[in-house]
T-cell receptor, first 117, second 111 residues
């Protein structure tokens, strides 16, 4: 099956610092990757859609200058939370979509838990 | 924003019983999918049902879709303690399009 990894799985940082989260598709090329945020006991909220080689598309209310997304290759997308604040503490999950033939299913990474002190 | 609602929000059953949860959505869809999430983990894809399908089975899972009512149900038969998780429905408007998730149902299966 399709495997997506995230790194790190857990990170604690000080307020004001930046944190980078990686999302990798391990055994397939992902034309599109998605970044979600999930607060405790809540559902997933889409933050942005990342297409390889082009700028990410952000959802309404998500600050693109605060959440920097880079999709430099077909197997890697990164999310950088800049100048993190305690309210950015959350569970960040990425997903990857394969080629056009398999576009209907998103494969999710295991998530990254961010705690900003 | 979330596409729809799921109910119940939480469900507690005994091992061996069936668990049913429902999902409603607001706009027309291409597909509806169900995912499972164990606490603090990523999502596992369970089943996809297309907008022109009414029912689908996969092992102990049965999914129905009623596009006239904009609703779907997920039935887990003969539940096991390992089925304890949160279950989310997700819809997309077109192939390759972004998913919109429901609020989720937290299922607890007691041994």
């Amino acid at each position: 099956g399709a495997v997506v990894s995230q790194h790190p799985s857990r990170v604690i940082c000080k307020s004001g610092t930046s944190v980078k989260i990686e999302c990798r598709s391990l055994d397939f090329q992902a034309t599109t990757m998605f970044w979600y945020r999930q607060f405790p006991k809540q559902s997933l909220m889409l933050m942005a859609t990342s297409n390889e080689g082009s700028k990410a598309t952000y959802e309404q209310g998500v600050e693109k200058d605060k959440f920097l997304i880079n999709h430099a290759s077909l197997t890697l997308s990164t999310l950088t939370v800049t100048s993190a604040h305690p309210e950015d503490s959350s569970f960040y999950i990425c997903s990857a979509m394969r080629d056009r033939l398999h576009q209907e299913t998103q494969y999710f990474g295991p998530g990254t838990r961010l705690l900003v002190l | 924003s979330q596409q729809g609602e799921e109910d119940p929000q939480a469900l507690s059953i005994q091992e061996g019983e069936n668990a049913t949860m429902n999902c409603s959505y607001k706009t027309s869809i291409n597909n509806l999918q169900w995912y499972r999430q164990n606490s603090g983990r990523g999502l596992v894809h369970l089943i996809l049902i297309r907008s022109n399908e009414r029912e689908k089975h996969s092992g102990r899972l049965r999914v129905t879709l009623d596009t006239s009512k904009k609703s779907s149900s997920l039935l887990i038969t003969a539940s096991r303690a390992a089925d304890t998780a949160s279950y989310f429905c997700a819809t997309d408007k077109a192939a390759g399009n972004k998913l919109t998730f429901g609020g989720g149902t937290r299922v607890l299966v007691k041994p």
